[in-house]
């Protein structure tokens, strides 16, 4: 033996315990914090403690006493000086490791599912007890001797804290009296989180006398317990308990976690695959059974493959020969006929294979479907989504169309279809297909004519599966919609369909009498507002307000109210001279304000959203995103004065009408701009012509013709990609021409350890520049989702104001009402939202984030989410809830 342990105290009142005698490395070391001493190595635990809340993790390999009583005795013998020290402490922690473990108890398991071999760590067990007794004591060496890990938790909180920390396969809680915590409180919140599913929870309950009745275990188990545990501190008792739990439940889930390895195989697999049960009800199919057959999971999961349309090529008595044989428990392939959803059938090679379950009988079938590969079969195939689009059939639209619910656009897999193709007969002479690149040999060609030419030249040594998938290729190519999604059937969500419609559409065109005309009053004075000399010259509530402006958080409507509805001069004031346009422009502040104030008069304060307000608000969030490191890097210096001059006149004169209903209702504008960005078209043009007008308000008359014409077309480029029907070719022209490109980038240059030099070679890519321009001032444009929860709310009941009142005019003068759903008596405004950012918002920001970086914007936006689905589940038409109306 070696000579008697040390006991040392550092100041911060650890206690460290080392053997005088360190060159024996069988003696052990141990560190315990405050309210802790040792006695050779042993874990002891002072009476201070006991009241402590406190989390013990213990991994002892000591051979365990006989019983647990003398046990606790010598653990409980505390040093006078830990005493002491312990009662100042406000946690306990030991951790025990010796040489003498017994590993083999402690080591990995190795299990078998089916082939699959798994290794299970060492169990891992949550005591919860408020005190130290027999039963807790009896538990811990219990642990010990199966070679679990182990941890003591006294407080729920701390039981919480632990079990999310190390996700324990076993918690024992003590329930046999609810002195110092309620143990059924902490098993539900325990159960609560995401990783109890897979938990085993044991409830310890009083022992009964003989005389009394056993009580029903149903409480325990709507509590979340699963099973009780009848007081016994025997640590033999104990022991049998927990290894009974671990060969038994805690197996079973293990297993059970494995089995997302196996669906995420399936998930991803070519092939089609069909799970069903022994009575024919589908259980499951994977993506490729989805694609191959054009159904939603969610419409065949739960039905018989019996109330499925049939084919009626197959022959009459196939199915009762497949049926005979699988029956038997024996595997069926062969060609088998199956009709889509669209009607149309398509020929399988199909194997179906019986899975034996209990007793010996056949629990599932399991079908593995692919395309049969002939010719015929293929052609049918592709001509049948042809002629979906062609026929306008409502099926096609929901299989292939944009879903408008998880804001996924869903295509022919060509890989699954073409992946057989090495199996296919070479293309016969007979089906060769001619190349257009002779009727295309032109001596100018447009890149999409290169495209299509490079395509048919493909197509001719190809096999007919490639082949016809290349024709479906060169239809979508054709159209002229190429980046604008298909809307998917009025009866989804008609919220997204009435709002997609009223904003990505020029109306139905229809012109009648009832025209609508703007105001040809155009506001040119602006000497009767009261507008500061200079930018330090504005009154102080003004000036304290902007002094924030910096910030994403900043309350615009504050300064609409401290400025009487005039914010856009104040702002732009301010935020214009941070930026030197001025300086830029070569003009004086004076003509610079002398704009402002006209550019803001011809804003439409009548208008509930847009108005000057609104102007002033995408002014501020065009600044704050040409302050971000990427945004500032692509962009020069005119290109910054070009987007913040077309943010504050990007709405002028908006007649808070959309432009559908300014194209049904006939309006002179729409018949100038041809139904083609009527309001964009208007707001550019009239702003220039405003400012070109007055020399007091000409604030480009000093600089030279060529920077003006740069300058002009900027501007009218970022006004006119605010139009919605070019929505989606902007934000796909951006992902692929900046953000994919430079993550790729970023990521080969990181391989190699060099700088990223993306900015040279993406970022100012004049191209690209004005990819990043657009999407600048969209973002800026449709921002209020990602503002703070009170002005999202208070911008979507604005927005909703002014369609409520394009619906009201569009039923007085009998005009086709562009937005059904947008009627004041009606409508949802959370359901709107939600559509609103499903459908637009949220790809668009996360491309914008991905390049700019705006960790805050999108908090806020995954905020105002959860707030409108909230509303919406609650049945809420309101942007609140009834409460906080009444507050």
Request: hydrophobic letters at 35%; aromatic letters at 6%; charged letters at 25%.
């Amino acid at each position: 033996m070696g000579c008697a342990p040390s006991i040392h105290v550092s100041q911060s009142g650890v206690i460290y315990c080392r053997d005088s005698d360190e060159s024996n490395s069988s003696h052990q070391t141990t560190t315990i914090s405050q309210g802790t001493t040792t006695l050779h190595g042993l874990f002891i635990k002072t009476d201070a403690a006991d009241s402590i809340p406190s989390v013990l993790a213990y991994q002892s390999r000591q051979q365990p006493p006989s019983s647990a009583a003398p046990r606790r005795k010598e653990r409980r013998e505390p040093g006078a000086s830990a005493r002491a020290r312990a009662t100042r402490c406000c946690g306990v922690e030991a951790e025990t490791q010796t040489s003498n473990a017994s590993v083999k108890q402690g080591s990995a398991t190795e299990v078998q599912i089916g082939p699959m071999r798994l290794t299970q760590d060492p169990i891992q067990v949550l005591l919860i007890f408020a005190k130290e007794d027999s039963q807790s004591d009896g538990f811990w060496w219990a642990c010990d001797r199966a070679g679990y890990r182990c941890n003591i938790a006294r407080t729920p909180e701390s039981a919480l804290e632990c079990f999310l920390d190390k996700h324990q396969e076993i918690i024992v809680i003590d329930h046999r009296n609810s002195r110092y915590f309620d143990a059924e409180d902490i098993c539900r919140s325990i159960r609560a989180t995401k990783p109890s599913e897979h938990t085993v929870i044991l409830a310890v309950v009083p022992r009964t006398s003989a005389d009394e009745e056993e009580t029903s275990v149903l409480p325990l188990l709507n509590a979340g317990f699963d099973r009780q545990f009848k007081e016994n501190s025997s640590i033999t008792a104990c022991y049998n308990e927990l290894v009974q739990i671990e060969h038994g439940e805690v197996r079973s889930q293990f297993k059970l976690r494995a089995c997302n390895a196996v669906f995420t195989a399936l998930d991803h697999c070519q092939e089609a695959i069909e799970i069903t049960s022994e009575d024919h009800v589908i259980q499951y199919v994977n993506p490729a059974f989805e694609r191959m057959m054009g159904y939603h999971k969610g419409e065949l999961i739960g039905k018989e493959l019996t109330e499925l349309p049939k084919s009626d090529k197959n022959c009459a008595d196939l199915l009762d020969n497949i049926n005979t044989f699988i029956k038997k428990g024996k595997e069926w392939q062969g060609v088998y006929y199956a009709r889509r959803k669209t009607g149309d059938s398509i020929q399988q090679h199909v194997k179906i294979t019986p899975v034996i379950g209990q007793g010996g009988k056949i629990r599932h079938f399991v079908s593995l479907k692919r395309l049969h590969c002939t010719n015929e079969n293929n052609k049918q195939l592709y001509k049948s989504h042809r002629d979906e689009k062609h026929t306008g059939d409502n099926s096609q639209t929901e299989s292939h169309s944009f879903k408008c619910k998880n804001r996924r656009k869903d295509s022919i897999d060509v890989k699954s279809i073409t992946s057989q193709s090495s199996d296919a007969a070479p293309s016969l002479p007979t089906r060769r297909y001619s190349s257009m690149a002779r009727i295309h040999s032109m001596t100018i060609e447009a890149p999409i004519t290169k495209v299509i030419n490079i395509i048919n030249a493909a197509q001719e040594n190809s096999p007919i599966t490639v082949a016809e998938a290349l024709d479906r290729v060169l239809e979508i190519l054709r159209t002229t919609e190429l980046y604008s999604p298909q809307l998917g059937t009025k009866d989804e969500d008609p919220h997204t369909s009435d709002l997609v419609g009223g904003l990505m559409t020029d109306g139905l065109r229809r012109l009648s009498g009832n025209e609508y005309v703007f105001s040809k009053n155009v506001n040119l004075s602006h000497s009767h507002l009261s507008v500061p000399n200079t930018i330090n010259d504005v009154p102080p509530c003004i000036a304290q307000l902007l002094d924030n402006e910096e910030s994403w958080d900043f309350n615009i409507f504050e300064l609409e109210a401290v400025t009487n509805k005039r914010p856009l001069v104040y702002l732009g004031l301010k935020i214009f001279a941070r930026f030197g346009v001025s300086e830029f422009l070569n003009c004086s502040e004076g003509a610079l304000r002398a704009w402002l104030q006209m550019i803001e008069a011809n804003y439409h304060s009548s208008n509930s959203y847009h108005n000057s307000t609104h102007a002033a608000d995408v002014l501020h969030a065009t600044a704050f995103f040409l302050r971000k490191e990427r945004v500032k890097g692509s962009l020069d210096h005119l290109d910054e004065v070009a987007a913040l001059i077309a943010a504050t006149i990007h709405d002028v004169d908006h007649p808070g009408r959309t432009n559908s209903f300014l194209c049904n209702a006939g309006s002179e504008l729409a018949v100038l701009y041809n139904d083609t960005a009527v309001l964009e078209s208007h707001h550019t043009a009239l702003a220039f012509q405003l400012t070109i007008k007055d020399s007091k308000c000409n604030i480009f008359k000093n600089i030279d013709r060529n920077r003006y014409r740069t300058l002009r077309q900027a501007i009218i480029d970022m006004v006119l990609a605010t139009e919605m029907t070019k929505h989606f070719e902007h934000v796909n022209k951006f992902v692929n021409s900046v953000n994919k490109p430079m993550a790729s980038e970023e990521t080969s240059s990181h391989s190699e350890g060099s700088d990223c030099e993306c900015t040279a070679n993406i970022k100012n890519f004049p191209d690209n520049q004005t990819l990043i321009k657009r999407m600048m001032i969209k973002c800026a444009d449709v921002a209020n989702p990602c503002r703070p929860l009170e002005l999202c709310i208070e911008w979507a009941g604005r927005i909703s104001e002014e369609y409520f009142a394009q619906t009201d005019e569009e039923k007085r003068q009998g005009l086709p009402v562009v937005m059904p759903v947008f009627d004041r008596n009606t409508c949802s405004i959370p359901k709107s939202q939600i559509s609103f950012i499903d459908y637009f918002i949220t790809d668009m920001f996360d491309a914008w984030d991905a390049f700019a970086h705006l960790p805050v914007l999108m908090q806020h936006l995954s905020n105002n989410y959860k707030h409108w689905k909230t509303l919406d589940e609650l049945k809420c038409k309101s942007v609140r809830l009834p409460s906080e109306n009444n507050n």
